[in-house]
């Protein structure tokens, strides 16, 4: 749906009379967020919580497993409503676990909305960026680079992140790991998606 909804503005901006076209650009808020110390610190700290959290399911894990060994070891000697107890206590412990694990790490949990907190400041403050800059330059449509959306060949032209970076006062890093070529194109992911310190499909021209 989004694909799509990207591709029916691209349409009408393509097939608008010269006259009448729309501006647009794009910027790539990948390398961008690469470039911010406020973001790379947001991604220190959700790493932080990630591995506390899945410290303590481990640990509860753990204690599940050494239940389950008491239990095998001294089975022989429980009575029936022993043995009931010991594997009803076990069971809730399975299920505190997962609760918790899903209560963390499940759809919008814990670790969602933390990163959402983290992340929110420096979102807001390249979104801010992106709508000065298209004021600026008079820019009817934005589009990200490092979106869903694949954007298979992007002319330089067009490319408005440097404007961006200097708007929020980062370095735009046009020497060794930017690349001098007259257009860029862009493969579809593999699914591991493009790493934020790898610069080598950005291009040093910049749009009026």
């Known amino acids: 749906m989004k694909r799509g909804l990207v591709f029916l503005i691209l349409l009408s901006v393509w097939l608008a009379d010269p006259a009448q076209a729309q ?9 961008i967020f690469s470039k911010m110390p406020d973001y790379q610190k947001a991604l220190t700290e959700v790493d932080k ?5 899945s410290k303590d399911i481990q640990d509860k894990y753990l204690e599940i497993d050494k239940l389950h060994k008491a239990y095998q070891a001294e089975e022989i000697l429980l009575t029936e409503d022993m043995k009931r107890e010991r594997q009803r206590i076990i069971s809730e412990k399975e299920q505190e676990a997962r609760a918790y694990n899903n209560k963390v790490f499940g759809y919008e949990g814990l670790l969602f909305q ?23 330059k008079k820019l009817d449509f ?5 979106s869903d959306f694949v954007m298979l060949y992007t002319n330089p032209r067009h490319d408005y992140t440097d404007y961006v970076m200097e708007e929020l006062g980062l370095e735009t890093d046009n020497k060794a790991n930017r690349t001098t070529a007259a257009g860029t194109v862009n493969q579809p992911s593999s699914g591991t998606g493009t790493s934020p310190g790898n610069a080598s499909n950005r291009i040093t021209t910049k749009p009026k």
């Open 142 to 146: 934005v589009f990200d680079k490092a």
């Open 114 to 136: 933390k990163k959402k907190e983290l992340m929110k400041g420096p979102m807001e403050l390249v979104n801010r960026a992106i709508e000065k800059v298209a004021a600026q």
């Open 49 to 53: 919580f990630t591995e506390k959290w």
């Open 23 to 31: 501006k647009f650009g794009y910027v790539d808020t990948e390398f």
